[in-house]
């Protein structure tokens, strides 16, 4: 057997309106653990419990075992000679996590020098050693800001300056949130080399595809208590309970083939030619052609940065363009309308649905017999709407917002990752949906996703944006045909 | 309570939503108010009437409160002094309040050089510091409320102009206002269902610091005797008046001192940030 570096004992949660049931688990040295599970079913509190530095009103509850080391999980602070030294956290959004106003490799030897003691100088070379061996050039990341930074540099930078300490043990929470697939993979890789060094590795997530990568074993938590536990292989291929099952099924690679795209016919919708946006003296796309028919849906997919919010902004006529035109359907301008990636950020969140509603109504005299049906369509309670947009969760919101654009009776849709945010089941709901009402109402849609496979399940065309100066990858738009 | 109903977005509930210094500071300045404004119902003396005869008087029925130097009743005058103050307090709050929201939203939302002509007006007048334009407008035109109150409002705008334009410029650039303006809601709209909601706790907290701080410029004035003249009843005008007479009458002289210390008081903990 090798050595138990953590093992949690009845480790629970409990608090305003919180409860977490109490869990076990142990982490060998070299061992990875995963614990997965939607938006709010409590993971990052059980690695805020671990850490101890669980929000105040809320208690830990159980036994931890560090290295040999018993603590009681309530109280936290006899935990925090252990930070950096023998327990590193990568917190979530890691540009959050990072001084804005300190050069990234500083503050990598800050950890070099505070933590291990080391002098100025030497924590100054092992922090250069550290960035070059996460693939960061001495160039480009050493002295700049972190919001100069890509989010996976800021990521690459935040896992260095949390690991210069040499803890044995990393928490990862939500490592990959809001990166596209391929950076998503090389943070998968930077965390699975840590038990590969003989630590071991506790990664907190909503995404499948990364528990999958990094195997080990995984629990499932769902609304704080533990829905089935298992190594990653077993789980993710042949899960027991139900919840798993359908988690698993919602997987866009796993979404049933589309329909074929019924014949698009009319006039397009929008059509740009020609165009051309630059930012910061680069292009992010040129000479770009599209033309998008009522009820055809279209993907775009591209690395993050590559201009995809910027195309819709373009063509929303948000933005003006750099060269070329952009010409929208004759007819009304509000018929052009947006999802938002961040449902709660689309809403003023200090009125109740029902009064934002109202608003809409009255400001364009709509039918307001039109909601209640769309409302059950799309599966939303009437009860929702005395709530704020921040008493909801994100996928009901998201919802609600689709039933916002539908009442304008929108031509063309630019949904920006509406779903990126949400849990796969709530995603793949939603997405369904919004497909289904847009070709029944003969809308056009865009669809932005960093998720290729979901693009390939939903859309009858699929544009794909490069980066840098190769702008327009060869399957341009009228091209390709997915 | 009336106050923070009208300013801030609070529904019906606002009082239990309320911290316990804010009720405090509510409770206070509503006794306050009541007495600068049921006075001259309740106590029918003219605070500048002088009686010679009958100086310095401890309180008795016909002057509950006393008299000063002069023979005047004092809570007749105390009363006059918190009116006048509270007077202040509001037109100078109003009109700094309202020029510095409305350009603090024009610079914020339009940007540009409208917004750099207003930003580079606001610092110029930072950089004289406050109490200079006040003694400035006060050198000018002495013993005039009206000169008073422009000096102080001139130097309250900015805060408002550079708290509300800071919020405007973030929530401007913000998806939620993106997609109201592209669901076809215009400018009054955006500020009143988006902006203003946002805005209306820091206007609030400005206004509640804002309003002390005129009143105590006021008082600060009239102690040194630059600010109104008498036989107006003004709490610094009747400190200095009292202060040769703390021994014989010390409760006179401890009149307009703890009236404002209440006044101011009662703003502070009004303006107090929630902390929860």
Known sequence: MSEILLEGHALGVHGEGVSIAPVDFSLARGGRLTLLGETGSGKSLIAQAIMGTLPSGLAASGELTIEGQAYAAAEGATRRALWGRRLALLPQEPWHALDPTMASGAQVAESHRYLRGLGRRRAREAARRDLVGLGLGLADAEGSLPGELSGGMAQRVAFAAASAGGAPLVIADEPTKGLDAPRRDAVVRLLAATPQRGGALLTITHDIEVARRLGGEVILLRRGRVVERGPAERLLSAPRSDYAKRLLEAEPSRWPAPPPPPATCGEPVVEARGLAKWRGGRALFRDL???????????????????????????????????????????????????????????????????????????????????????????????????????????????????????????????????????????????????????????????????PALIERLCDRRLVLGQGEAVLAPESLDAQAV | MKLSLALGAAPADGWRRLSTRRRLGLVLLGLLLAVAWLTPWL??????????????????????????????????????????????????????????????????????????????????????????????????????????????????????????????????????????????????????????????????????????????????????????????????????????????????????????????????????????
Not at chain 1, 355 to 371: P, S
Not at chain 2, 79 to 90: F, N, Q
Not at chain 2, 111 to 135: E, F, I, T
């Open chain 1, 289 to 451: 052609a599209l033309s998008l028919r009522p009820g055809e849906i279209v993907g775009v997919v591209g690395p993050s940065g590559c201009g995809k919010s910027t195309l819709g902004d373009l063509l929303l006529g948000l933005t003006g363009t750099d060269a070329g035109e952009v010409k929208r359907a004759a007819g009304h301008r509000l018929a052009f309308q947006k999802l938002y990636q961040d449902p709660p950020a689309a809403f003023s969140p200090h009125w109740s649905l029902a009064r934002l509603l109202d608003d809409l109504v009255r400001r364009h005299r709509l039918d307001r017999t039109a909601i209640a049906p769309l409302m059950t369509r799309l599966g939303l309670d009437r009860e929702l709407l005395a709530r704020r947009p921040g008493e909801i969760s994100g996928g009901e919101l998201q919802r609600f917002a689709i039933l916002r654009v539908l009442l304008m009776e929108p031509r063309f849709l630019f949904a920006d990752e509406p779903t990126s945010r949400l849990d796969p089941i709530t995603q793949r709901d939603t997405l369904a949906l919004l497909v289904e009402l847009a070709r029944e109402r003969h809308c056009a849609v865009m669809l932005v996703s960093h998720d």
């Open chain 2, 43 to 276: 106590h029918d003396a003219d605070p500048a009437r002088q009686q010679l005869t009958r100086i310095l008087e401890s309180p008795t029925l016909a002057a509950p409160l006393g008299t000063d130097h002069l023979g005047r009743d004092m809570l007749a005058r105390t009363a006059a002094a918190l009116r006048l103050s509270l007077d202040m307090a509001l037109l100078s709050v109003v009109s700094a309040a309202v020029p510095g929201i409305l350009l603090g939203v024009i610079a914020g939302w339009r940007g540009g050089w409208g917004d750099r002509v207003l930003g580079g007006l606001a610092d110029a007048c930072l950089a004289l510091p406050g109490l200079l334009l006040v003694l400035l407008l006060a050198a000018i035109a002495p013993g005039n409320f009206w000169a008073l109150y422009v000096g102080i409002a001139l130097v309250l705008w900015i805060e408002y102009f550079r708290v509300v334009r800071a919020r405007t410029r973030v929530l401007v650039a913000s998806p939620q206002l993106e997609a109201s303006r592209l669901l076809g809601f215009g400018p009054g709209y955006l500020f009143r269902r988006h902006l203003w909601p946002e805005l209306a706790p820091q206007v609030l907290t400005l206004a509640a610091f804002g309003a002390a701080s005129a009143i105590l410029a006021m008082a600060a004035l009239g102690f040194v005797s630059v600010g109104l003249r008498p036989p107006t009843a003004e709490l610094g005008l009747m400190m200095t008046e009292l202060l040769p007479y703390y021994h014989e009458a010390p409760w006179a002289m401890a009149q307009p001192i703890l009236a404002l210390c209440l006044l101011v008081l009662s703003l502070n903990l009004l303006a107090a940030k929630e902390t929860k």
